[in-house]
Structures are given as C-alpha cells and as structure tokens.
C-alpha cells in the first residue's frame, strides 16, 4: 500500500502548529505498520541549511496555475526513516514563515497542483493522497477535474483530515479560472460556492473519498452549527464520509526520561524528580524557589479559541492563589499585553514568555504540576497529550479531543488523570482549579497515583495509526 502525505507543515522542516507534529510521527508509525508512506511539502525559505545542503534533486518540470506555466522543482530527502518530497519554487516559498502572505490562495493551490503533477516524474506511485487543512483541500478537486482520464491518477483515492475546521481558505470568485483553470459548473452551493467567494476547504470535504478529523468527539461537534463554523449542514450531508481518528504524539520525540531540553530525565516511576525540574525552571525565569508551591503551566496559542479570554476574566483570583502561573506563547497583542501587565505587577507569581521557544515548552512541561487547556474548541490539542506524557495534570473544558482524552479524576472511585469542567465559564474553570490545588495539598497520595496514572496512558500514535490503516485498506477494497 502507497500512500502520499500532503502537509503544509512538518516537524523538524517547519512548524508553526500541532499539523507539524503529526505531519512526522503519523507517517513514522504508519510505516511501521507496514505502509509505505512518504510526505510531500513546500521547501520553505525557513528550513535549516543542513536539511538543505542533504536534499537530493530528483526531477523538475512546470505546473500550469491559470494563464501561469510555473517551475516545480522536487527535492528528496529522508528523515527518520520516512522519505520526504520537497516542492521547490522560490518565488512561492523563499518567504518568512509559512503563511500569512496576500497570495497564500496561489502558492497553496500550486503546492497542490504540483503534488498532483509530480506523480507524472517520481518513481512511486501512490495508491492515496492523504490531503491535510485548506492548504493541501485542492487536491481531490484536481485530481476528478483534471487527471481523471490520466493513466496513472485515476485509480487513486484520496483522504482528507480537518485539523482545524476554522481555517478553510476561503478567496475571491475568480481563483476557480485565475487558478484552478475550471469554469463556472463549480460556482455552485453543493460544490465550491462559499456565500460569493470559494471555499477550498469545502472542495476538500466533497472531492475526497473520506474525511477524517482529529478525535471523535469533534467529529460530532462539527455536525452542529456552534462548532461547525459554517460549513455543519455539509458536513451533515458527508457524515456517512466522516470518522474521527484521535492524535497521538511520538513518544520517541516526547520523553521525559530521554528528552534533552530537560534539567533533569525521569520517568513514572521516578517522577518526583519533577520537584527539581520545578526549581531550576523557577531559578531560569526568576520565580520564587519552592519546590512546594503549585505550577500552573500554559504552553499555547493566545487567542479566544485557547480560551483566554475566561482566564482575562479571573486572572486575578488565580494570582490571589497560592501558585505559579508560568506562560508560553504568541498570539493576538490584547492577551500577550495583559499577561505581560500581570508579570510586572506580579513577578513573584507569574512569568510571561511571549514567544514561541521549544525548549521552554518541555522544561514547563516538566516542572508544571498542572498544565491548563480552557479551549472553545479543541479539534484535538497537543498540550494535554504532552502535559500527561510528562506528568503535568491536565485541567481543560470538555469538547473535542480534550474530553476524548482526559478523564476528570474521581475522588470516591480513583479514576481519572486530570480535571476537566463542562461549560465554558470562568466560574468554572476557576472551581476546577481551586479543586485540583486541594487535591494536591489534601490528597497527596492521590494525586500521584493520578500523575502515575497520566505518564503511563497511552497517548501514542499506535492504536491510532492502526485505525488509519484499516480506513485505507477499505478504501482500497
């Protein structure tokens, strides 16, 4: 079984969210598991030189965008074991970063014509296209609209995952010629039409021969006007199409016992030594040292959907806490200005990054005690999977993957490996971790059967990668 991976972001190449993370181990644990998988991505500006300088040209050729006849080079490059394809044209990628640009509509659309066209000039023809986010929903599109008739495209099927169903590139009327060379047939509600614009992210859904998302309680919620910002009654209408597969993280990259950014490893059962990941990282960022005082960690986007602003809400009565409150993170400048504003008039009770800093992250991971996720909508997280592989307990709202994923401890039973609240109020999540900090300081027994418990859940991509593999075999069938 071949399978192409069509991401806009991999881990170590170019992150900027969780799509990186699984745009790697996804892949490694597939290939383990018998499939012969290989990422294709945009060889962006920012990918380091040492990547670079071991790629290996393997072809090049131009893609037709429109009145456009553009270069497409292809690059080749192998990383823990997984081959990886680089479409290489700098007028598209030799950019800062990855997104954010005005033409971002072009270069995606011819990231994703450039997949297709390629499979003409590699030695390896796919048997899917597993597509990923807007950036990559042109491909099922192209493929039925324009290679349906080509010898070596038109028995491949396509898969299509939703990260994050906000995000749905949506543009101007015009990129369906301008771009996609497809006429007006398309320009309908049941298929591109978005209002008076195109909606990719919908050609995504209705081109692609299944649709997945990133935990099954999303894939619920999206069906709902409240989580399906918008597009719910087509994704309604496709749920006989839809099945939600939960992430995992590479337990290989995520490993307190190994991982390299930490003061000091342990592991479940030597997880007391979190006291002394607390106090290094309490002396790093000038925090009174207290190997006693509650952590509370925050490694996050900064924007409403993280739930910031119910943290706005009671930022004060946490401080009024006897905690810690360390943040990490970038986002939209009326939360970054007020965490800054609380550091300063509080230094001796929090610690605001505002920055993106891998290291930090691991070393809050480690040290935290408690690691909060209050998300809107969380199609799956990273965070809670990261916080209970390190023995950091989770506090989130329930909805998407956090309530997939964490189960709220129950003091009368034991069970549990974190917290969790229902409604997205501040009253709420505040309760929640007025009752986690009792746990911890009244039933301390219990909470490190609750930390033992979290380290040694499974949160790995194996069960995972598992159902990905019988989803691709029905669809071969």
Known sequence: ????????????????????????????????????????????????????????????????????????????????GVPFYFVDNEYYFKRDGAYGYGDDDERFIFFSRSVVEAINYLDFNPDIIHCNDWHTAAIPLVLKAHYSQSFKHKDIKTIYTIHNLKYQGIFKKDILWDLLNLDDYYFTEDRLKYYDAVNLMKAGIIYSDKVTTVSKTYADEIKTSFYGEGLHGLLSAYSNKLIGIINGIDYDEYNPKTDKFLYKNYDENSFYIKRENKIELQKELNLPVNPYTIMIGMVTRLTKQKGLDLIAEVIQDILALDVQFVILGAGDTVYEDMFRYYASVYPSKISSNIKYSEELARKIYAASDLFLMPSLFEPCGIGQLIALRYGSLPIVRETGGLKDTVKPYNRFTGEGNGFSFAHYSSKEMLDIIKYAIWVYNNEKDSFDKLIYRAMTSDNSWCESAKVYVDVYKALLQ
């Open 1 to 80: 079984m071949k399978v192409l991976f069509a991401t806009s972001e991999v881990y170590p190449f170019l992150k900027t969210g969780g799509l990186a993370d699984v745009s790697l181990a996804l892949p490694k644990v597939l290939r383990k598991n018998g499939v012969d998988v290989r990422v294709i991505m945009p060889k962006y500006k920012d990918i380091k030189y040492e990547y670079k300088m071991a790629m290996k040209h393997l072809c090049h050729f131009n893609v037709q965008l429109g009145w456009r006849n553009q270069y497409c080079g292809i690059e080749y490059l192998e990383y823990q």
